[in-house]
């Protein structure tokens, strides 16, 4: 299944060679300088026990519970963090200071997630088949924008923020059910923006105000980009998203291909309203930092940022982007399987299942073939599971043992295997 379209912003890519250009736009502060601010102090989100619980709707497996927490955003010598930390600096060299949120509670509330950014009730990305649920009004963040109403609340004008985001999804190399999203919001001066006093919809829009401050978006992500990229070719199309009227994205040529790079627009009054600040207007952004870590590092496959192997870890330093040397190109081993599908089955709930048997040893799954029969009218789908390890050579003894389990856990989605 494809990403939703609010959702653009992903980890999705694929992989391959850039040479890094240090970026002259944008002056470079001491990264001692940051403010960081921690929205639920003390609290350790490392805690399993915090996200799998026994409420009837928890939908949260414990190899996705084990993964919040490890604050990969956060470590300063990995790819992640790198790239976390390039985005801050060109952000303190610019005039505005923003305020620096990297640790707010990656539980939040459907509120958050979704009615305060005008996400519709019957909205897609609600669905339990792709949001993570620990009770019926609680969740595993989907994307940043979910603490965009929170820190307006709270008052701040300018912010960023910065943490990892789940989602149910396809497994292929630059799909994982968990990734890092960082977030901005930018508010502007009441006075600039008085000739826009009391507008909604198209009023709004067409509003030379609005217009400065969809130039001002563009203007800062073009800046961005240059400071990560070095000076890159850059498009914009109109985009659509819940939360901003006009809505953007923004791709930029990487070795001759355009990749779509982030999502943004001028927020939604109806969001600066639900969030008490209706009487103000601005711009945010949302982006995938899984997506730009790979363009950067040449990091091919998206589950290497969740490793622990020291061959992986040791090639990178804080402050630095360098070239990842792969260690290792194990052979995959390929295992296919075919079941009869139940009425109203989820393929994320297959997925979920396969990376419940295996971890990270799947490295992708694609349906390769699909009938239905037309005498019972029952419907058969295969599925060929890539199965490789990033770090060593697998049996087939242990393949055989996983695929095994997959065909006898298969029977508790419904699924006849064939
Ligand atoms: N939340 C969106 C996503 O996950 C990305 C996004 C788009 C964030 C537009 C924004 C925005 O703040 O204005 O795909």
Known sequence: MKLLPIFAATAALASSAHAW??????????????SMASVTEGVDYAVPERYCT????????????????????????????????????????????YKIFDAEDPIVTTKQCFDDLRLEPDHPGRSPSDTYYITDDTLLRTHTSAHQSMHLKDGYDAFLCAGD???????????YPAFHQLEAVKLFDKADMEGADGLTGEDWTKSPECETIAADLKQVLEGLMDHLFGETEKKWSEDYFPFTEPSFELEIKYQGEWLEVLGCGVVHEEVLDMAGRGDRRGWAFGLGLERL???????????????EDERFSSQFEEGKITKFEPYSKFPPVF??????????????????????????????????????????NKSSKCYRITYR??????????????????????AELDLEVR
């Open 21 to 34: 250009a240090p970026s002259s736009s944008a002056p470079s502060r001491p990264f001692a300088r940051l």
């Open 335 to 376: 295992k296919d399987i075919a079941f009869w599908v139940p009425e109203g089955f989820v393929e994320n709930d297959f997925f979920e299942m396969a990376r419940g048997v295996a971890g990270d040893l799947v490295e992708k799954i694609d349906m390769i073939d699909e009938f239905t029969n037309p005498k019972t």
């Open 293 to 307: 870590a790979m363009i950067l590092f040449e990091i091919p496959d998206i589950r290497l940022f969740w490793t």
């Open 165 to 175: 985001v789940y989602r149910r999804d396809e497994i292929d190399s630059s799909h």
């Open 54 to 97: 026994d409420h009837p709707n928890n939908n949260v497996p414990p190899h996705i519970a084990a993964l919040v927490g490890r604050g990969l955003h956060t470590k300063a010598d990995h790819p992640i963090g790198i790239v976390r930390a390039q985005i801050e600096e060109y952000f303190n060299s610019l005039p505005e200071e």
């Open 389 to 410: 390890s990033m770090d060593r050579s697998l049996t087939n003894e242990e393949i055989d043992a996983l695929q095994d389990s997959l065909r006898d856990k298969s």
